[in-house]
């Protein structure tokens, strides 16, 4: 398995993972692809194995006004035929020893039984505008003490499903 900065060349393949990795949603693969052609800052990593996509992870910037204040982790997806293999702990872990996440606040939204084995925590602060009572929404290295609402690339909200709201934990096994 290589880890590697995917190349433009493989974003279809990303997109068609994150498709399949999230059955019966769209939204994954459209954000992903929305941040990409509006080149938006992104970190991202994906996982291949004999020129298959079999994961990926992308993290992007974090808001407190107009200011970066952190990451966000989204999305991370796991092709379904390698859930279940330590594919995800593995992008995960990886990603988080990169030198561009690694002194990062982190903020995803996500369930806090996986994530908080990496060292993620709730927060109550900052305020998470898709989970409403913070139940969800995790940190790493968060300092914040005032409250506000946390701002994401706009491209998460103008690619929502009908709801309005985007996904907040991965479906599927861990």
């Given amino acids: 398995m290589k880890i590697q900065k995917p190349a433009v060349e493989a974003r279809p ?12 949603s769209d939204y994954e693969a459209a954000l992903v692809q929305k941040l990409h052609e509006n080149d938006r800052f992104i970190h991202e990593w994906a996982c291949i194995i004999g020129g298959k996509v079999i994961a990926y992870i992308a993290f992007t910037n ?18 379904p035929e390698f859930q279940g293999r330590g594919v995800g702990l593995e992008l995960l872990r990886f990603a988080l ?14 369930e806090p039984a996986y994530y908080g084995r990496f060292g993620f925590e709730s927060c109550s602060t900052p305020i998470c505008p898709f989970d409403k009572n913070n139940e969800h929404f995790l940190s790493m290295r968060n300092t914040a003490t005032n409250s506000f609402v946390v701002g994401y690339e706009p491209e998460f909200t103008t690619v929502a499903p009908s709801t309005g709201t985007p996904k907040s934990k991965k479906r599927g096994k861990r």
């Fill in 97 to 110: 020893r990169q030198e561009a996440i690694n002194s990062q606040t982190l903020f995803v939204l996500g």
């Fill in 62 to 79: 974090a808001y407190h006004g107009r200011d970066v204040c952190g990451l966000h982790l989204a999305p991370m997806a796991v092709a």
């Fill in 13 to 24: 393949k990303i997109y068609a993972l994150l498709r399949s990795s999230f059955p019966g």
